[in-house]
Every structure is written in structure tokens, then in C-alpha cells.
């Protein structure tokens, strides 16, 4: 994988995105355990708030879904629990988000998953005017208009972000 050139080997995210004929930018970074997004944006030279995180969660049922979150906000698992009528949300254990995602966490894209879940997208990210997301791989974003996330995946704009 050459980072000069800027192009990272495929990823099922990449391939969904291919396949469904979506312009998306590549943008690799050197991965930092638990550097999480504030590390992405700043190695890429982006504001944090434009760099989306995928979350994996469960509902009350134990049912998995995705959350699509500002990088540097925080899920209100309330107010999402309250938006999709569950009981309660809460986050997936690290090897039950990788079962479902079928991605490493830290490199979880919400294109390309091994299951389909629902996807909810908090809706302040749908007003920026571009985003940087997970492609698939840890180190790698791919930067797209934010529209991508309901023609693509279906996402469902709720809002339920707090400041980091």
C-alpha cells in the first residue's frame, strides 16, 4: 500500500461505493490506537466535527445498529432510544460491533457491512457541506457529500448529539 500515491487497496466500503457509482475522495492516515477522530482530523488537516464516526450499537432487543456521529460529539443514548421508539441503545462490545460490521473496530464503515442494520445519522452531519468517514480500514477515510449517507445507506436523520 503506497501512501504516496494516496490510493489504498479496496475495502468492501470502497467496492459498495464503486458499485453504486459514488465520488469519494482517499484519505489515508497513520493509525493511532485510540487516537480516535481528533487524530484523523488532525493528521488530514480537517476540523473534527467534519470527520463522522460509525458506531455500532444494540437496541433493548439486543438488534444492532448504526449510528453516524460527529467526531466530536457524543451519542445521547437517550434521546436515540427515544428517536426509534427502544426502550433503550447502548453500544456493542467491540467483537459483537466486528460479528455484525464485519470490520475491525477502529476501521468500521457503515458501507459494505457484513449485516444489514438500520442506520441513523445525526442530522446537524447532513447540513456540512462534506465529511470524511471510514472506509473500511483503519487509517483510511473517504471524504464524500453527506447526501451519499440516506441515498446510499438509508439513513434516518435523528437528533441526539452531545458535545464531547
Avoid at 501512501?3 to 479496496?10: A, F
Avoid at 456521529?69 to 462490545?93: F, Y
Avoid at 449485516?115 to 445525526?122: L, R, S, T
Amino acid at each position: 500500500m503506497s501512501r504516496k500515491s494516496g490510493h489504498v487497496s479496496e475495502t468492501p466500503a470502497t467496492q459498495f461505493l464503486r458499485r453504486a457509482g459514488v465520488v469519494f475522495s482517499e484519505h489515508p492516515y497513520d493509525y493511532v490506537e485510540h487516537g480516535g477522530t481528533a487524530e484523523s482530523a488532525r493528521q488530514l488537516g480537517v476540523p473534527e466535527h467534519e470527520v463522522v464516526k460509525t458506531l455500532v450499537m444494540q437496541d433493548d432487543k439486543a438488534q444492532p445498529l448504526i449510528v453516524l456521529m460527529h467526531g466530536d460529539c457524543q451519542v445521547s443514548t437517550r434521546k436515540l432510544a427515544r428517536a426509534i421508539g427502544a426502550r433503550s441503545v447502548e453500544p456493542c462490545r467491540p467483537e459483537v460491533a466486528q460479528r455484525h460490521s464485519g470490520y475491525l473496530v477502529g476501521g468500521t464503515s457503515p458501507f459494505g457491512t457484513r449485516k444489514a442494520m438500520p442506520v441513523y445519522v445525526e442530522a446537524s452531519v447532513l447540513d456540512l457541506p462534506r465529511i470524511l468517514i471510514n472506509g473500511g480500514r483503519r487509517g483510511f477515510l473517504v471524504g464524500m457529500a453527506p447526501a451519499v449517507l440516506t441515498a446510499q445507506l438509508g439513513a434516518t436523520a435523528v437528533s441526539c448529539a452531545l458535545p464531547a
